[in-house]
């Protein structure tokens, strides 16, 4: 069983960091290509970054400079360190995995997903 677990989120204020961990089980962590989305309440899931089994290394506009994605294949993990956050960073963050290292801002790309991570940043 395929198990993607996200931690690290919280309550910051505009101009803090922070990084979110997810701990992945139950697959071939080096095959998969990780990303990680968000969604704010009322809008679509965002595509926020994605790192593929070689650490290839893509990033959406919105976060580009403010956002590094990072994979350690033999500890099954993959981190997003996020600084300079904005209230426009709020929402649930999560974590994919995606077998298939294509379209990977797509978020119908991936074959499983975690539960979610809260991140709300106050101005």
């Known amino acids: 069983q395929v198990q993607l677990v996200e931690s690290g989120g919280g309550l910051v204020q505009t101009g803090d960091s922070l990084r979110l961990s997810c701990a992945a089980s139950g697959l071939t962590f080096s095959r998969y290509a990780m990303g990680w989305f968000r969604q704010a309440p009322g809008k679509e899931r965002e595509f926020v970054a994605a790192i593929t089994g070689s650490s290839s290394t893509y990033y959406a506009d919105s976060v580009k400079g403010r956002v590094t994605i990072s994979r350690d294949n033999a500890r099954n993990g993959v981190w997003l360190q996020m600084v300079s956050l904005i209230p426009g960073d709020t929402a649930v963050y999560y974590c994919?995995?995606?077998?298939?290292?294509?379209?990977?801002?797509?978020?119908?790309?991936?074959?499983?997903w975690g539960q979610g991570t809260q991140v709300t940043v106050t101005p």
């Open positions: 994919g995995a995606a077998i298939y290292d294509g379209r990977l801002y797509s978020a119908s790309t991936y074959n499983y």
